[in-house]
């Protein structure tokens, strides 16, 4: 738990080399552009990094959430938003690996795991976002069939997936009324409409995503009709994990940079590492990333034992999302007016670290998730 074996840290040294070779060249071109390139998604997923924690028998890794995190966490320092990338297409395969029967793994798992397919998770509505339970989406029964209509909204891969877990009601309101269904690219009915201009993240699409009569086999229900709300709450409760790493990606990249900058730069003839107020900021953003990070693994691996771990991951992904805000916002202030343009990193890094305390259940639903958890054992 507190050190590496020789594989971890081989895999580490993996993703890194990758993402410096894959996904350095590009990251502030496409953030500019808000150009996502499935490509270099798919490069990412030859490289082995799109399957970490799905196992071998369905194409992927077959390791655990610590390695996924790991991962997840060296591809972040270079590019957060193909840190997003993996997560989200990483959504359908936990989604699958746990609740999917085996025809539906064999159809699109192997695909996913290798990268050479993109998947997407759609709950979030116009109406409905932190109440995902109210969403509105509807899934008609017919015969050997199920008619979708509504409109999701904030879909990352929007578009791009080559197929979406979609959220939709199949009976009366609230949670117990919703079921999943696995939506392939291409369905008639299946349409796309705004891509949002975002502060940050910009190289990863977030698109409207609307069902007109898009008709899918029975086949496609993922479980029982009534568990989806089930389904979408379980896979949240993993992908807050993967947000968490790309939190501490950025982090950890935010304060390499500061801190190298510190070293170098001299102000009244000394590095302005040497300055007490700068040299405790850095040693304080250290602290707050190492403590983050302790977080983020102890719940990667409590699901790896697969035991209890939401609440863990819900004060990981608080933890390392809010340590993500400060930490840039401190590494823009360590380079002074420098830090503030666009020849550095930080700015970018600033503005991506923000939305990690939106995406996947703000920071605040992750303290009710917390505060419940804490009042059962107060009870
Ligand atoms: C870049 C990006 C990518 C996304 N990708 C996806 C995706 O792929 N799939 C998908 O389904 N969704 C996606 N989302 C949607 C995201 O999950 C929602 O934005 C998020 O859940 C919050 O919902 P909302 O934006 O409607 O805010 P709201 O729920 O309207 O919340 C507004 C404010 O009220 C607070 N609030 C709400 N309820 C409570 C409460 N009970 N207690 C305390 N405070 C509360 C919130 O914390 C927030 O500060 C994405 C969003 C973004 C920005």
Redo the contacts with the bound molecule.
Sequence with gaps: MFTFSDDQQALIEAARATAQAELAPTVKADDEAELFRKDLFQRLGAAGLCGVPTAEQWGGLGLGYVEYALVIEEIAKVAPAYAVAVA?SGLPQVTLAQFGNDEQRARWMPGLAAGELLG?????EPGS???AGSLRTTAVREGNTYRLNGT?F???HGGYADVYVVMARTGGPGPKGISAFLVPAGTPGLSFGKKEE?MG?RA?P?VEMILEDAVIPVENRIGNEGNGFLVAMSALDSGRITIAATALGISQAALDCAGRYAVARKQFDQAIIDFQAVGFMLADMAVRIEQARLLTHKAAWLKDQRMPFSHIAAMAKCAATDCGMSVTTDAVQVLGGYGYTREYPLERLMRDAK?MQ?????N??QR?VIARHLKRGWD
């Design positions: 989200v997407a998770f759609a709950l979030s976002g932190s109440d999701k904030w879909i990352t975002k993240l990863s977030t939305v939106i995406v996947e259940g703000t605040q639903v009710v």
